[in-house]
């Protein structure tokens, strides 16, 4: 995940075509009407840390609509959600003002698997273990 401090947000807005998508908004009906033709990264807002609404587009942006450009996460941004926000959809963050970088950064350290299934890996560990043990008893 790309985590960008807030200070440097608007820097590589020119480069790419994006699309800004309110966290009350309906998505189906954004879809249905072509808002994701051509768009290279969409913008999901958190207004405040509590709201999550967020993280449900995210996820339906990956899963059910194989959104496959840039989702960066905007606005309330805490340094505790990012590792959620990965395993949710988004590929970068802008970090609310004030939170240090290196420290997001570190997050992803602390949390290195999972056993549930996400967006990222969809098996939960115990298929991928089954797997990889099924793997080295064929080999």
Do not use: C, W
């Amino acid at each position: 995940m790309q985590i960008i401090a807030h200070d440097h947000a608007t820097a590589d807005q020119a480069q790419a075509t994006v699309l800004p998508i309110a966290n009350d908004a309906e998505l189906a009906e954004l879809v249905a009407g072509g808002a994701l033709q051509g768009v290279q990264r969409v913008e999901l807002h958190f207004p405040k840390f509590t709201d999550g609404r967020a993280y449900t587009q995210a996820v339906l942006l990956r899963r059910r609509y194989q959104f496959a450009g840039d989702i960066r996460a905007t606005g309330d941004v805490l340094i505790d959600q990012l590792v959620h926000m990965q395993r949710s959809g988004f590929s970068s963050a802008v970090l609310a003002p004030g939170v240090d970088a290196s420290a997001a950064q570190r997050q992803f350290d602390r949390f290195a698997d999972f056993y549930q299934g996400d967006v990222l890996e969809p098996r939960p560990l115990f298929a991928r273990l089954a797997q990889a043990e099924a793997l080295l008893e064929a080999a």
